[in-house]
């Protein structure tokens, strides 16, 4: 489980240390940085696939996504007396993102390129530091993978620092390019362990929606993240998870209601059946809310659950009265993963922090800069970025 993920100046997150447990709800008003933490953990996610680079560049490049604040601010500012104004840089440009579970952790530090040799690609961000550590902090005892510019060192069996014969460009992670089972198993396995994480985000339900649409159906343990394979999905969790639990679930937030899939020649199609109609649903005549429902029911009762589940305001285009289910089905999938959520619906927030193992942290902004309410600044988990 991870304990404590860690942004440094990625939009308004200038510095942010956020506990997380094994149900964790992010809220706060429109604005706050609710999406930013999302995000955040998104391109954490795509360093184990190698696409944190190009991930930064489709959202504007570094300067885009970089805290627009000043490096600090002084006291007189905090009180209110003076205006917030642009200093000169003293520190390079850092934009660090981190996590830590109970046996490793791992950070990410990135940065400009140099200005001389001039480049065509001279806006990619460049890798500047990665490590892998033991434990929640990233003390130099803790350290077991380093990765300072092109050069690499790791731990041997006798605790003692040595040097990889590899140098790495700029632009390629130390997750894709030196996990190996002999060098550096941990770092292979935490790489896995972060390819598993799945995250929904803004389900399509519209008329072209991939969920609506027939498809050819093979055993799908796990719902893609556009939700094309629903159908088959959920066929799988007859056979092979509970079917019982989820015809529960629809039970609970349809009462009366019932699903079934039809095959044809390998196609698979979801089929509705509603207390008072003669014939099922289609997909194509479920409205958007029930499909989404149908989406996250599905995602959440995954016969293979994962480490960790992301959900970003699942209650979009969801009915006020079916949002106590969803927080139901959310609270159970915990038992199985460790669970994110980023809602501000209240009937949301209100159904999941009726649950005891729920840890809620509320975002706030101030001067520009997202905190955590109520969190003082030494309230949060012990974190350390390491200098470059």
């Known amino acids: ?123 990619d961000p460049e890798i500047k530091r990665e490590v892998l550590f033991a434990g929640e902090q990233a003390r130099p005892s803790s350290m077991l993978v380093d990765r300072h510019g092109p050069a690499i060192r790791v731990r041997n069996e006798a605790g003692k620092w040595q040097d990889l014969p590899i140098r790495l460009a700029p632009f390629e992670s130390l997750m894709t390019h030196c996990a190996d089972p002999r060098s550096t198993p941990e770092l292979l396995g935490l790489r896995e362990r972060i390819r598993a994480w799945r995250f929904y985000d803004h389900f399509r339900t519209d008329a072209g929606s991939p969920a609506r649409q027939v498809q050819i159906g093979t055993r799908t343990p796990v719902l893609s993240h556009d939700g094309a394979d629903l159908a088959a999905a959920i066929q799988t969790i007859f056979e092979i998870g509970d079917r019982d639990r989820f015809a529960a679930a629809i039970d609970d937030a349809f009462p009366g209601s019932t699903i079934e899939i039809s095959s044809e020649r390998g196609h698979f199609a979801l089929e509705m059946h509603q207390h008072g109609l003669l014939r099922p649903l289609g997909p194509a005549e479920l409205s958007d809310g029930t499909l989404r429902y149908l989406l996250l029911a599905t995602a959440l009762m995954s016969p293979r659950p994962p480490e960790l589940l992301i959900l970003n305001e699942p209650e979009t285009s969801l009915h006020p009265e079916l949002l106590p289910a969803l927080a139901r089905l959310i609270i159970d999938a915990a038992l199985r993963s460790q669970v994110l959520v980023v809602s501000h619906a209240k009937a949301l927030i209100s159904g999941l922090q009726a649950e005891a193992s729920c840890s809620a942290i509320e975002l706030k902004k101030r001067f520009g800069e997202t905190h955590i309410r109520g969190c003082a600044p030494l309230d949060g988990p012990a974190w350390t970025w390491p200098e470059r």
């Open 1 to 123: 489980m991870i304990l404590t993920l860690a942004i440094a100046n990625y939009r308004s997150l200038r510095d942010l240390v956020i506990p997380l447990s094994h149900l964790t709800l992010i809220t706060g008003a429109n604005g706050t940085g609710k999406s930013s933490v999302y995000r955040s953990l998104r391109l954490l996610a795509q360093t184990a696939q190698g696409g944190i680079i190009p991930t930064l560049a489709l959202e504007g490049g570094l300067p885009s996504t970089l805290w627009a604040g000043p490096e600090k601010f002084g006291r007189k500012v905090l009180s209110g007396d003076y205006a917030v104004e642009g200093t000169v840089r003293s520190k390079s440009v850092q934009l660090r993102l981190g996590f830590a579970t109970a046996d490793f952790g791992y950070l990410i530090d990135l940065g400009l390129p140099p200005p001389i040799p001039r480049s065509a690609f001279h806006l």
